[in-house]
């Protein structure tokens, strides 16, 4: 069974950069089975995919924020990363990481959430 | 961009059927999945490849996909259904899509 807790900071200033982390348990990054991403949610709004990695490489990422963000997967610690560039409030929310299934896309694993408010 | 369209708010009185829908364009071409979310949790699949349900998941809970509407079907729907449910699908273009969500409340 796969576990995910994320970690990083909340807050963030305005105009600067969201880092968050995954560090992934009861199961090894490296697996071809699964894609590795983020979701996000506003307070009191619905979930919105952010992007996904497959260890290999290949990486999707939501089309309304692809020029901001960047997904990268850190084999070693077993750990996957999230970075969001000049953040604005409407970035304010809970960080989902999450394990995607390879075949279907369906979200078979969360993490708990962080949330992460954009603020001066 | 694709998008799926959920209803906002669905009502249903304990042991009635209740029926979630999530429309999208030639959404039954492609596999759909629901998320159930309490207040203050992650989401759980509840729903995968249309119609399959997860270990653990109640068999009350049914799914179904075709022409441009999918389904999540709650049968004999308690007390403990009430949530949040959003579904999600897959498209070449935008890759993952979620519908806005459909609060379920058991009156």
């Known amino acids: 069974q796969l576990q995910l807790q994320e970690s990083g900071p909340g807050l963030v200033k305005p105009s600067e950069t969201l880092s968050l982390t995954c560090t992934v348990s009861?199961?090894?990054?490296?697996?071809?089975?699964?894609?590795w991403g983020w979701i996000r949610q506003p307070p009191g709004k619905g979930l919105e995919w952010i992007g996904s990695?497959?260890?290999?490489?290949?990486?999707y990422y939501n089309p309304s924020l692809k020029s901001r963000v960047t997904i990268s997967v850190d084999t070693s610690n077993n750990q996957f990363s999230l970075k969001l560039n000049s953040v604005t409030a409407a970035d304010t929310a809970v960080y989902y990481c999450?394990?995607?299934?390879?075949?279907?896309?369906?979200?078979?694993?969360w993490g708990q959430g962080t949330l992460v408010t954009v603020s001066s | 961009s694709y998008e799926l369209t959920q209803p906002p708010s669905v009502s249903v009185s304990p042991g009635q059927t209740a029926s979630i829908t999530c429309s999208g364009d030639?959404?039954?071409?492609?596999?759909a999945c629901w998320y159930q979310q309490k207040p203050g949790q992650s989401p759980v699949l509840v729903i995968y490849?249309?119609?399959k349900r997860p270990s653990g998941i109640p068999e009350r809970f049914s799914g179904s996909n075709s022409g441009n509407t999918a389904t999540l079907t709650i049968s004999g729907t308690q007390a403990m259904d009430e949530a949040d449910f959003y579904c999600?699908?897959?498209?070449?273009?935008?890759?993952?899509?979620f519908g806005g969500g459909t609060k379920l409340t058991v009156l």
């Open positions: 999450a394990v995607t299934n390879q075949g279907d896309m369906a979200t078979t694993f």
């Open positions: 030639k959404l039954g071409d492609k596999y």
């Open positions: 999600q699908a897959w498209d070449s273009s935008t890759y993952v899509v």
């Open positions: 990695i497959y260890y290999r490489g290949r990486i």
């Open positions: 009861g199961g090894s990054i490296s697996s071809s089975t699964y894609y």
């Open positions: 490849q249309d119609n």
